[in-house]
């Protein structure tokens, strides 16, 4: 059975980098979404991107974040400046034309 | 966003079926309601999903009221793997047909030997 993959699964980073989070969604997979998790927290939505652009964001994905899907597969979540608030699990998701989203197992982004 | 309500924990016996409630009053009549599980910090995983009918799959049950303002979703036998924390969901859809998920703090359920 296909799955969303994400890599890496962790990432230990400085205060003021840049992080890119990779996806790869289930091949025919239309819509593309990030969450995030900050730890002991709720599962928080971020944006969605469908037509190689974004439908909707969240208050959370301020201008130091974008997304894109570069190559037609990979499905990327760039944090420009990253902050120690940003530490948390971040997961992709896709669906295709059926209504379920389906998650990866995440990147757990640590931000020193 | 409509809200959900879940009770925060709840305990099953290993064998025993699994009863989680949600509240979800608010609901408008084009709105589906999921359930989604998360093991520790693993992304979180699909169980089911409905609209007004009640809905089986491999994994579990789902009871929608007719009124729709509350469902239960069943575990039949549950085992030790189904300790999670399981959310009850109402699906938000967005322009172009996207969707999001608005997740509250969902029950967390063990499952004892």
């Known amino acids: 059975e296909p799955e969303v993959t994400q890599t890496p699964s962790h990432q230990v980073t400085q205060m003021g980098q840049e992080v890119i989070l990779r996806c790869v969604p289930i091949s025919n997979h239309l819509y593309f979404y990030w969450y995030r998790q900050i730890l002991g927290q709720k599962v928080e939505f971020l944006v969605s991107f469908y037509n190689n652009e974004i439908s909707e964001k969240s208050e959370i994905f301020d201008d130091q974040f974008s997304v894109e899907r570069p190559d037609g597969s990979n499905f990327t979540l760039k944090i420009r400046s990253t902050k120690l608030e940003d530490s948390a699990m971040y997961f992709c998701?896709?669906?295709?034309?059926?209504?379920?989203?389906?998650f990866g197992p995440g990147t757990r982004l640590l931000v020193l | 966003d409509a809200k959900t309500t879940q009770p925060p924990s709840m305990d099953c016996a290993e064998g025993r079926a699994a009863n989680l409630p949600c509240n979800h009053s608010?609901?408008?009549?084009?709105?589906?309601v999921y359930w989604y599980r998360q093991i520790h910090s693993q992304g979180p995983q699909y169980i089911i999903h409905g609209l007004k009918n009640n809905e089986t799959n491999e994994m579990a049950s789902l009871i929608i009221t007719e009124d729709r303002k509350s469902s239960t979703l069943i575990l039949p036998h549950a085992t030790l793997r189904d300790t999670a924390v399981y959310y009850c969901?109402?699906?938000?859809?967005?322009?172009?047909?996207?969707?999001?998920?608005?997740f509250g703090q969902g029950t967390r359920l063990t499952i004892n030997p």
């Open positions: 608010t609901i408008s009549g084009n709105e589906y």
């Open positions: 969901i109402v699906r938000v859809t967005l322009i172009q047909g996207a969707q999001k998920l608005v």
């Open positions: 998701a896709g669906r295709g034309v059926q209504e379920t989203q389906y």
